[in-house]
Structures are given as structure tokens and as C-alpha cells.
């Protein structure tokens, strides 16, 4: 990632992978209009905010908005192009076919957690949903009493994968749920109780180093503007 193959015009993209199912949707669609591919590279918020600091590559980021507003304090995205794609909850599934699990309050949500044989979840130290549901977990008391059944990925996207693999019954998954939704063979069962809710705002930007500012521009108003709005929303984004 230190570097491009030389006539290389693809617009350089590093995202939460929060904003993967929208990304994928529209690359195509923004190629017809720029004659540019979207060379776009997904993981949890805190892996893509170490790649950009030991040099990755960039053209456009998302990132949690709280992370693009730091980037634009120390000057490294362009001023003006900041831009929300939205809200996510932090959400539960299952896998394609079974039984919701009971997660309307504390009470509920602590006993289907307890009764899950695995529990697949992003990073706790890196991924945005993983230290969220970290925290739910040890304010339900219940932390020690799972640790054994947590399966920790390096990003949503692939532990939901992995929940749609697995081969047990009664599984769960805790993700951002725009991850859960773009995945298939899992099921969305709801948002985290309202005592634990998590929305997180996404944001994009263009670096301040963009080989192509206003090819970069373009990407950014496609991603975040009215034109995608229905599809950002069908995604599990929020207004």
C-alpha cells in the first residue's frame, strides 16, 4: 500500500467497513461518469486510521465523523469536504433462518447472550462496534461468564461472514448493522437496547494529498449525497 503502479488513475479509497455495501453499490456507477475504478480497501476504523498514519495511499477516507473531524484539526483532509453519510446502529444477527433472539432491554438481551454457544464480533480494541459491545458486556456483568464463547474478528464484516459459516446453532453476532445487512445468510434480529445504544456517524473526506482533488470531490458527493440517499438508507444507514 506504500505506493501506485505508475499510470495507475484509479481514486484511492480507505473506509470503515461500515460503508463497504454502499461503496460496492456505486463504484460502477461513478466509473460510467469519471472513466476511474475505485480502488477502495475495508477494515475496522482504528486498522484504516494506522494505514493512513504509516502512509497508505489515499485519495477519499471514511471514517467515523469523530476521526474525520481530528484529520481536518491536523489539517490533513481539505477543508470543505467533509461530508456525513449517516448514522449506523450497533446491531445483533443471526444467522439466515433462525429464531430472533429476545434484545429488547438489559434483561433480554443479557440472557440471549448467555445462552449463545459463539458470539462473533469485530475487534474490541480496533473496530468501532467491537469496544462498544466490550462495554455492554461488562455492564451487563456478564463479560467473564462469555469471554470463553467471543469470536473476535478483524473487522464486522468478516466476523458476519463467519457467522453465516458456522455450523452450531444459536449463534450471535454484534456489528455496526450496515455490515450485517450487506451480508448474506445473516439476519438482522435489532439494534442494541436503548440503555446500550450506539449510533455512529460516518464521514467522508478528501486528503489533503489527492493526486486528483476534483476527481476526489466528485467520489465524495456521489458517496454521501441526495442521488445515493435511498440506497444509503436501504444499507442501514440513518438521517
Request: proline share 6%.
Given at each position: ?113 448467555l445462552a449463545a454457544g459463539h458470539i462473533f464480533v469485530p475487534d474490541t480494541g480496533r473496530a468501532t462496534a467491537g469496544i462498544h459491545f466490550a ?31 458456522s455450523a452450531e446453532h444459536g449463534n450471535i453476532g454484534c456489528t455496526q448493522a450496515t455490515e450485517i445487512r450487506y451480508t448474506s445468510g445473516v ?53
Amino acid at each position: 500500500m506504500k505506493g501506485a503502479p505508475a499510470g495507475d488513475t484509479r481514486l484511492r479509497l480507505l473506509s470503515a467497513g461500515a460503508a463497504k455495501g454502499v461503496v460496492e453499490a456505486l463504484q460502477d456507477a461513478y466509473f460510467a461518469i469519471s472513466g476511474s475504478a475505485i480502488a477502495a480497501t475495508f477494515d475496522a476504523v482504528g486498522t484504516i486510521r494506522e494505514a493512513l498514519d504509516d502512509g497508505a495511499p489515499c485519495d477519499v477516507i471514511v471514517l467515523s465523523a469523530a476521526m474525520i473531524d481530528a484529520l481536518a484539526d491536523e489539517g490533513r483532509v481539505i477543508g470543505g469536504t467533509v461530508r456525513a453519510l449517516g448514522r449506523v446502529p450497533t446491531a445483533i444477527a443471526v444467522r439466515a433462518g433462525e429464531p430472533l433472539p429476545a434484545i429488547g432491554d438489559a434483561a433480554a438481551l443479557r440472557a440471549s447472550l448467555l445462552a449463545a454457544g459463539h458470539i462473533f464480533v469485530p475487534d474490541t480494541g480496533r473496530a468501532t462496534a467491537g469496544i462498544h459491545f466490550a462495554k455492554v458486556l461488562r455492564a451487563l456483568g456478564i463479560y467473564d461468564s462469555v469471554a470463553a464463547a467471543l469470536r473476535p474478528f478483524p473487522n464486522g464484516a468478516i466476523a458476519m461472514r463467519a457467522l453465516a459459516a458456522s455450523a452450531e446453532h444459536g449463534n450471535i453476532g454484534c456489528t455496526q448493522a450496515t455490515e450485517i445487512r450487506y451480508t448474506s445468510g445473516v439476519s438482522l434480529a435489532g439494534p442494541l437496547p436503548p440503555q446500550f445504544a450506539l449510533a455512529t456517524v460516518y464521514a467522508a473526506a478528501v486528503m489533503r494529498d489527492a493526486r486528483d482533488p476534483d476527481a476526489a470531490r466528485r467520489w465524495v458527493e456521489m458517496l454521501t449525497g441526495p442521488e445515493s440517499r435511498e440506497l444509503r438508507m436501504a444499507g442501514g444507514f440513518e438521517p
